[in-house]
């Protein structure tokens, strides 16, 4: 759909791929759970990287925050504008303020929890004609509010097992 030759990106496939056929609400709300339980079962290893070149639990939830945070700007522009350009974020940019060592745990999962509900709950208010709305990505080109919604359901179930990975192998240190 977004690349000239009407396939998509191999961004988007792999995120799709993740999600598989999975209800894209549904995983998105059960996932806020799941975050829940691993930073409070994970305790100060939540905060420990595995290596130097790997983000920490928390730095993960915080990249998440800030995906929450951007694709609801998104959804809403491209609700409202005809097909414009999704804003770029560099993450160098939206994430620090999240990803600090000071960050408290608890402030980080609700600001996560509010945003994932507002975005989880506009998307199902959306009827067919919403969903389909369109916005150019910088990189992946035209997307509907639909198929971004879906691949960030994927992209989701993916940084969850990442940060699972990363406490048990601080865990297991």
Do not use: K
Not at 16 to 29: I, M, N, R, T
Not at 35 to 57: F, H, K, M, T, Y
Not at 92 to 102: H, K, Q, S, V, Y
Not at 107 to 126: D, E, K, Q, T, Y
């Amino acid at each position: 759909m977004t690349l000239a030759d009407g396939q998509l990106h191999p961004t988007e496939q792999e995120m799709l791929e993740q999600l598989g056929a999975l209800d894209p609400a549904d995983s998105q709300l059960v996932a806020i759970e799941a975050w829940e339980a691993l930073i409070q079962e994970a305790g100060e290893l939540a905060r420990v990287r595995p290596s130097a070149d790997e983000w920490s639990a928390l730095e993960v939830l915080a990249h998440l925050t800030a995906i929450e945070l951007i694709n609801g700007l998104r959804y809403r522009a491209m609700l409202v504008e005809d097909s414009p350009a999704m804003v770029d974020y560099e993450r160098a940019d939206w994430e620090p303020m999240l990803r600090n060592t000071g960050v408290d745990a608890g402030s980080l999962l609700g600001m996560f929890r509010s945003l994932r509900r507002a975005n989880v709950s506009f998307w199902r208010h959306l009827d067919a004609a919403g969903r389909a709305r369109i916005g150019i990505h910088p990189v992946c080109g035209p997307e509907t509010i639909d198929l971004r919604f879906r691949m960030l359901a994927g992209h989701d179930r993916m940084h969850r097992a990442q940060a699972r990975r990363a406490v048990e192998i601080v865990r297991h240190r």
